[in-house]
């Protein structure tokens, strides 16, 4: 949302600069994504200046040149060759001088610099309107009064106003703040001043003309104003209107639907204009209905929803409530008679309405958040005061209004010994309930609970909770001391937290150089399964179901990157995946981890190293381990995968991708019941001895463990395999291991006795039970 700092000084006194305001409106909520210097002429006729032309005589090489003598006001008369027909002595006129840029109206800026032309050097250029973005004259050179000084610069001649546009990222709870008008509002709590709203003409409505108006949906519109104005002459803007919309990047598009937009963007309330003429019968709000449709401003045919809400007439729908006009119905330039709409439309009928067809007009932006439903006949008034100022426009009706059921103020109960508490401070109780009153929240009461009315145009303020937030906004979250001391008792229990144990897989995966992603939950029905939950109202085909699985969007992930020669990448991510059964829905949640490319490349210390299975394999031990479960879990958990050569062409990727999805829920159950013993610190030595051996390829690792954990019997610790070898001389289908084994007795340190016993133990149930030959 963009908001003038010109004209929000229309409201409230600022003496603070448009800096000084983005700062205090990011702090009190409204967050500032940046704030932008803006001219009311492209360039701001920067470095241009009064000249006076002396001499003027015929260029000697050129019939349609001239050679002029220039005084710019300081130095030397400059000579400046120029074209334009009418230039004549004694003029007064606008010079670019040497190294000052001009901004033309059409085309890219450009810097003037010393030229020869046909011979004759030139200082600069006597400039025609269009070339400086004054208006679009190209027939001669600006000829300014004889009574301007000559080197006044020409910026201040015309008065070349600047502002600064500053943009606001708008949450969806704030739609109060929407306008310039409600900025303002926070603006005043902060400050302590006061706001002042546009005036309003409050006199009486009339005429020969009537509409009759029914409001068949009160659900969907609760509040439904208007008046019919004749007299409209449509055309373009004055210069004051222009300038308000450019400044917040709107483009003028005639006197009516500017001013439409100009109040909009003030008050914050959606304004309609329909064509009278184009009305038969009059206005009717209602569901659309099964098979109609409407041609919208931007000529797309729309086929209606019967959750429609639309504006029609006798014949069909004029419009979509809130959210879009109809191409037959807008004002055009034969427009002669307009029936003004101002209204309240339910937010969750809009916004049902706005995503089914994809649109996000400035209108359907507000009424989604909701509108002010005390507005709209003030904003009536206010429209029609401006069009009697920029069109000629006069009353012609009585002023509709049906509102049949009032929607009152939001009203509830403050504990102020609550609200300190829950903020970690001591707000005095008068800073209270002035902040509130700034915010229009009236209060009642002497105690310390105090009875609040909230408007209804802040929805978001209806708890306690709420106006936590407000006060804390306004009097600001720098302001509350941070305590020096805390008192705690800690809990004893021990219990069982899947959040924290998420943190703790995902910070394991990120020290690794994992990468974590976040991928839609909605995707096209080309890359989900028979089984996917299509969505009733999808923004487009590309979200038109949930997903099934998290492996599509891992891989478009890993193509994008590779495709941008970021070509070794792991990641991982946790996310719901959904199917649907013959009479229900299913959600599972999942993380995935997956990679391509090379863990590391080759350098002076080591070999390059790709990620594989085994890798991978050995990652998910690893989350085994953090959430105290062993390695015989991974069997019911988790399912690799590899891509296929076809699956790798259709993304691009050149090398293999390697996949582990983990089931999250059943990893979660799993894990909340494992069991961990503490253990004393070790008191004695641990003993290790290495073996090597020679073993049938033909035996897992495992096996080999399994034996020689048995002969150690209670003091086995753990074995670590340093090295296997393969070689011919070793016998076909044999391989090499060497490997430590780690002992420990608890209650004494081992003795040579003891340890050769044992070792002796191991070899000989590695040659008996695995027919393992020992190298000695």
């Known amino acids: 949302m963009k908001i003038s700092y010109n004209w929000l000084k229309s409201f409230i006194e600022l003496k603070e600069g448009p800096h000084e305001v983005a700062a205090v409106l990011t702090q009190t909520g409204l967050e500032v994504e940046h704030v932008d210097e803006i001219e009311t002429i492209k360039g701001g006729l920067r470095d241009l200046v009064v000249g006076e032309v002396l001499e003027c005589e015929k260029h000697p090489n050129a019939d349609k040149l001239k050679l ?3 005084d710019l006001g300081s130095g030397e008369p400059v000579q400046i060759v120029c074209g334009a027909p009418n230039v004549a002595q004694g003029q007064k006129v606008v010079v670019a001088p040497v190294n000052s840029t001009i901004h033309p109206l059409e085309g890219e800026p450009f810097q003037i610099k010393k030229a020869k032309i046909r011979g004759e050097v030139s ?11 004054l208006g679009s004259d ?7 009064p004889e009574n301007v000084k000559t080197g006044t610069l020409v910026s201040d001649h015309f008065n070349v106003g600047t502002d600064h546009c500053i943009e606001i990222g708008l949450t969806p709870n704030r739609g109060d703040a929407i306008s310039h008008f409600g900025v303002a509002r926070d603006l005043k709590a902060f400050y302590g001043r006061e706001t002042c709203f546009p005036t309003i003409d409050q006199s009486e409505f009339g005429g020969s003309a009537s509409m009759d108006i029914d409001i068949q949906d009160l659900d969907g519109c609760p509040r439904y104003a208007g008046v019919l104005l004749q007299n409209v002459h449509v055309g373009e803007s004055p210069d004051w209107l222009k300038d308000r919309l450019r400044s917040i990047g709107l483009s003028p598009i005639n006197n009516v639907v500017d001013v439409t937009n100009f109040v909009m963007h003030e008050i914050g309330q959606p304004i309609h204009a329909f064509d009278l003429d184009q009305i038969h019968g009059g206005i009717v709000v209602r569901r659309a209905k099964k098979g109609e449709k409407l041609t919208t401003l931007d000529d797309i045919v729309r086929e209606l929803d019967e959750q429609d809400l639309v504006i029609a007439d006798h014949k069909g729908p004029l419009a979509l409530a809130g959210v879009f006009g109809g191409i037959n119905s807008g004002v055009s330039n034969e427009t002669r008679s307009v029936f003004i709409e101002s209204a309240y439309f339910d937010p969750g009928t809009v916004r049902r309405t706005a995503k089914r067809f994809a649109l996000n007009t400035d209108a359907s932006f507000r009424y989604e958040r909701g509108t002010d439903p005390n507005l709209p006949v003030k904003a009536v008034r206010r429209i029609v005061q401006l069009l009697s100022e920029v069109c000629g426009a006069t009353v012609n009706s009585e002023l509709y209004d049906h509102y049949p059921k009032a929607i009152g103020n939001f009203e509830f109960e403050l504990d102020l010994n609550w609200l300190n508490t829950f903020c970690g401070t001591t707000f005095p109780r008068d800073k209270v309930i002035s902040i509130l009153n700034a915010l229009d929240i009236s209060t009642e009461g002497d105690s310390d609970t105090i009875q609040l009315s909230v408007p209804p145009y802040r929805p978001d303020v209806t708890r306690p909770v709420d106006v936590a937030e407000e006060v804390l906004r306004i009097y600001g979250y720098n302001e509350v001391e941070i305590p020096r001391r805390i008192s705690m008792t800690p809990a004893n229990a021990v219990h069982f937290d899947k959040h924290k144990l998420r943190n703790r897989v995902a910070d394991h995966l990120s020290s690794l150089g994992f990468l974590e992603i976040m991928n839609n939950s909605q995707t096209s029905e080309e890359k989900a399964s028979e089984s996917a939950v299509k969505i009733l109202n999808p923004l487009s085909n590309e979200y038109a179901v949930m997903r099934t699985d998290l492996i599509s969007g891992v891989v478009e992930s890993l193509s994008y990157n590779w495709k941008r020669k ?13 199917s649907k059964t013959e009479d229900s829905y299913k959600e599972d949640e999942q993380l995935i981890i997956a990679g391509t490319g090379k863990l590391r490349e080759e350098n002076w210390y080591g070999t390059s190293e790709e990620f594989d299975y085994f890798y991978l394999s050995s990652m998910i031990d690893q989350l085994l381990d953090l959430s105290n479960m062993d390695s015989s879990a991974k069997e019911n958990l988790v399912e690799f995968g590899r891509l296929s050569k076809k699956q790798l062409k259709q993304y691009d990727i050149e090398s293999d991708v390697i996949y582990a999805v983990i089931d999250w829920k059943k990893w979660i159950r799993k894990a909340s019941k494992a069991r961990f013993e503490l253990q004393d610190v070790p008191k004695y030595p641990l003993v290790k001895r290495d073996i090597s051996a020679v073993i049938s390829s033909d035996t897992p690792f495992e096996s080999i463990e399994k034996v020689v954990q048995k002969a150690c019997g209670k003091y086995f610790k753990y074995l670590n395999c340093f090295d296997v070898f393969e070689d011919e001389k070793l016998g076909a289908g044999n391989k090499a291991y060497a490997f430590s084994v780690f002992m420990y007795d608890e209650e004494k340190t081992m003795n040579d006795k003891q340890i050769d016993k044992l070792f002796e133990k191991m070899l000989k149930a590695l040659e008996t039970e695995l ?6």
């Not at 200082?123 to 973005?133: K, T, V």
């Not at 190209?138 to 300014?144: E, P």
């Not at 970021?566 to 959904?578: A, K, L, P």
């Not at 027919?771 to 000695?776: H, L």
């Open 68 to 70: 002029t003598k220039v």
């Open 566 to 578: 970021i070509q070794d990448i792991r990641v991982f991510e946790f996310g719901n995946v959904y």
């Open 771 to 776: 027919n393992a030959s020992i190298r000695r």
């Open 138 to 144: 190209h027939d001669g050179i600006i000829i300014l």
């Open 123 to 133: 200082f600069g250029m006597i400039c025609a309107e269009d070339e400086i973005g």
